[in-house]
């Protein structure tokens, strides 16, 4: 059968089921009304997660239950009918009350009273989260979206944003920080639903470092993004939701951090709400060091003169010192009941200090002992800024709402690198690399959400983007023969900007049982390149492309009881490439290690599939889905070998080969597997929370590139990225709880092999421990934990050329340790003030301040 056949199968069957469970929920669903409330505490602060049982007094089969939201609030379909309603919460004492139900409408608030212990408010902040209820599931399933909360990840305990996502679900982080869902990098992060300049252009994993693990609220992991979402990261959206405390008075947390590998960490959140205004201030800094170990060695098969190169052996050994400081601040002013404005500006520095050895050996035809050593120190320093600016407008209390907001971002980035070689003892090359990077962002979007009925939604937007990159990369080299001169294809300038315009509709409602999502995005992109280097033989580069694509999205969910649904969805995403990909010579560090850009780079397209299972209920969690993911013009690493020339072409003499890594458009990529995510509180001191990836891979695509043959002369071989199997992710965390006040967590990770006929990557498995203490009745947490207990946290590969064979290991951070303190003031103090109404500028996308993601 071949893919056209499986997908018009697929289709049938999903529309078949769909037609199937909507007369069914339709005939279940005539004689019920919908019912919503919320549940508070004494100072009338939501219980989020809090159990709700509608028992009804003449009919037991009229009877249903739901769990609250994060918000306290929670909403489900009765017959009309007397019921005793029961709501229960953990640490909170049971509350029993009698309703008479009639129509359809809010019943108002439900109280409960905690219990009489005096630790069961603040113990359980073991993030330094501000929460009035004891910690709960770490995360739950919604129609379109995951929420994870850190908030009882004892292991990333005083870490940062990377050491969070480690614990993800879903999610994994290799070696050097790049981070992949269900094994594929093409990962989009917002920050509080937009993106960014706290990720700065292309910084990576340092990127991820500087944001504390304390400042962030909750993560929203999207596997197959709604059309509300840009359509941009074929593997899924990350969704950063950063805090912002919702209680009233002031109240906030500070948190120190000591580690080894060196690392020091002090963070404070705080947050000030009265009457109409609300305003927040996050900021901190630290410092940490960093070491980071590459080994390879090349076999080339293409040997025969006395010059020519037979194996090359190649060990790195990096050690960085790193800085970086944070601040954020903003204001949320309510002018009315129905409008609220506001404003946050944000602030990052990160400064970098590297300082890089690697040794060669080289065995030639003729010389098997010859040598060389490259020392570098590197200097980087990162500065960005973002403002936001929204406005937030209730047409009624039903729910129809606009939101407008306009984000204003700049980041550049400065990197000097002194390169300094020797070979056979004697200095050979030095060359001084200077590459300076400034982006600018300017995202203007509009939201509308329109309610029709009782459980109908239509929402419509538009968005803008309007990115600008600057690229300027000055390279110079002086040899043992040649004064110190410009590199002059690596010496460039150049221009990227993109715009895009994008505009979306989507519709969504419930018919009994069935709940259903549509919608349709409509992109317009354009791209202009304009780039201009000192080789003389190169003119200027001043390319435009445009695209227009449209991406649909689809989302059933059918609950057969509560808390227990299936659920089926499809989208179609584009995989842009990075900006610096379609720059020819992006930057130079390393003569014989060599990433080459591809201007003519275009995109590729994802569709996805999913079919998933959610069941919650009091002790466990199981959430097991199946997925299939199609992906076409994949974006594919070809590495090849070239010989080094001197600046008149001829060739460089011992033998020099280079070996490049230049992204190509080729073939297509299947993935399709089982990703299972549960929870299970075993004991009331024993819990687990894992995730397993089962998923097959078939890669298909193969193209000829340029070479040399045995005797040095231009030839051309085959690239073969053809492959398939079948490979797993796991991790499995185990928390085990001492008494109210002390826990801690083993967590294991493992990651199988994967191979094609172009590479083989090996396995690789890690184990972490944290421990965490609350102390000073409630307002402390001192946490300890150990990153990769055993150092085994390593990448290892082989990967086949045409005319060598390269093994290659890399480990970015050794095992680290660390300690922290967080304190907590004026926790769950309540100010005297007229009762607030709802958040306006909260939704469920979670972003508070800017308005939903789109």
Known sequence: MNQTEIINLFTKKTLGLTFVLSAAAFAFGQEKVGVSGSVVNKSNQPVPYASVTFS?????????????????????????????????????????????????????????EPEASATNVKTQDIQGVTITVQATKPYKVELDKKTYDPSQDIVSKGGNLQDVLTNVPSVSVDTDGTVSMRGSTNVKFLINGKPSALLGIDDGANALQ????????????????????????????????????????????????????????????????????????????????????????DYFTSAVKDNDLLTRNQDT????????????????????????????????????????????????????????NRSTLGTNNNLAFQGDFGLDHKFDDKGQNLSVSLSLQRSRSYNDTDINETRNGAFSLRNLVNQNTINKSVIGKVDYELPIGEYSKLEAGYRIDINTNDYSNDVRESTATTALDFLKPYTYDATYKETFNAFYLQFKSKIGRLGYQVGVRDELSNIDINYQSLDPSQNKIIPSKNYNNLFPSVYLSYEFAKDNQLLVNYTRRIDRPRSFFMIPNPNYS?????????????????????????????????????????????????????????????????????????PINLGTDDRFGLDLNFNWDATNWLKFLGNVDLFGYNTKGSTLYDTFDEDGNPTQAVANFNGKGF?????????????????????????????????????????????????????????????????????????????????????????????????????????????????INSNAAGDDQQGGPM
């Not at 009804?56 to 939201?69: C, G, I, P, V, Y």
């Not at 201007?599 to 209920?617: F, H, Q, R, T, W």
């Open 317 to 372: 050994e990096t050690k960085s010192k790193n800085n970086n400081y944070n601040a954020s601040a903003g204001i949320v002013y309510d002018i009315s009941p129905k409008t609220s404005v506001n404003a946050s500006g944000t602030v990052r520095t990160f400064d970098n200090e590297s300082f890089g050895n690697i040794d060669y050996k080289y065995s030639y035809f003729k010389d098997p002992n010859a040598t060389s």
């Open 56 to 112: 009804n007094k003449e009919n037991k089969l009229f009877s249903d239950a739901t769990l609250t939201d994060e918000k306290g609030q929670y909403k489900l379909d009765l017959a009309p009918g007397n019921y005793d309603i029961t709501v229960e919460a953990i640490d909170y004492k049971k509350s029993l009350t009698n309703k008479q139900i009639t129509a359809a409408g809010n019943i108002g608030a439900l109280s409960i």
């Open 210 to 297: 500087s944001i504390p693990a304390d400042q962030i609220e909750r993560i929203e992991v999207i596997t197959n993004p709604s059309s509300k979402f840009e359509a941009s990261g074929t593997a899924g959206i990350l969704n950063i939701i950063l805090k912002k405390s919702k209680k009233t008075g002031f109240n906030g947390s500070v948190i120190g951090t000591l580690g080894y590998l060196p690392q020091t960490n002090l963070n404070a959140n705080l947050n000030w709400r009265k009457g109409n205004f609300t305003w927040f201030l996050n900021g901190g800094g630290g410092y940490r060091e960093s070491k980071n170990t590459n080994r390879s060695d």
């Open 590 to 662: 390393d003569n014989q290690n060599i990433f080459d850009g591809n201007i003519d780079l275009n995109p590729s397209y994802v569709d996805s599939y999913e079919l998933g299972y959610s069941i919650a209920k009091k002790k466990f969690t199981i959430n097991p889905t199946l997925y299939y993911r199609h992906q076409t013009d994949d974006t594919k690493m070809l590495v090849y070998n070239k010989l080094a020339t001197n600046a008149d072409g001829t060739l460089v003499n011992p033998q020099r080969i280079e070996s490049h890594t230049k």
């Open 727 to 839: 490979s797993t992710r796991a991790r499995l965390t185990s928390t085990f709880k001492v008494d109210k006040t002390f826990s801690f967590q083993l967590q294991g990770f493992y990651r199988g092999g994967q191979k094609t006929a172009y590479q083989d990557r090996k396995d690789m498995y890690a184990i972490n421990f944290g421990a965490s203490k609350t102390i000073w009745k409630g307002d402390g947490t001192i946490a300890f934990n150990v990153q990769d207990i055993f150092n085994t946290r390593a990448m290892r590969s082989t990967t086949y050329t045409a005319n060598s064979v390269r093994d290659s290991y890399m480990q970015w951070q050794p095992r680290q340790f660390s300690i922290s303190l967080t304190y907590r003031f004026k926790q769950g103090e309540k100010i005297d003030q007229p009762k607030r109404k709802k958040d």
